[in-house]
């Protein structure tokens, strides 16, 4: 059984920064596809941060260059670094296995002065 697990969240001004964890059971992080996902009030759950198997990454247009998804495989975490933070960037920050589909439960980010 998969449990995706998120930390990290919480409330920061704009400009800041906050690094995001999901720890995982169940499966080895450095040997899946995961990825880190958003859903803003109204709006639909979109894609932040992907990770291959292999490590390669993509990311969506709005953060890529602000954001850093990374594994860290002695200890069975995906993180993604969030940089120069907007208030658009406010949403429930969800980490997911892409194989199975398997979803965390989300964690709130709010961007605010």
């Known amino acids: 059984q998969v449990r995706l697990v998120e930390s990290g969240g919480g409330l920061v001004q704009p400009g800041g920064s906050l690094r995001l964890s999901c720890t995982a059971a169940g499966i080895i992080v450095s040997m899946s596809d995961m990825g880190w996902y958003r859903q803003a009030p109204g709006r639909q759950r979109e894609m932040v941060a992907l990770?291959?198997?292999?490590?390669?990454?993509d990311y969506a247009s709005s953060v890529k260059g602000r954001f850093t998804i990374s594994k860290e495989k002695n200890r069975n975490i995906l993180y993604l670094q969030m940089d120069s933070l907007k208030p658009e960037d406010t949403a429930i920050y969800y980490c997911?296995?892409?194989?199975?589909?398997?979803w965390g439960q989300g964690i709130q980010v709010t961007v605010s002065s």
């Open positions: 997911r296995e892409n194989f199975r589909g398997s």
């Open positions: 990770i291959t198997n292999s490590g390669d990454t």
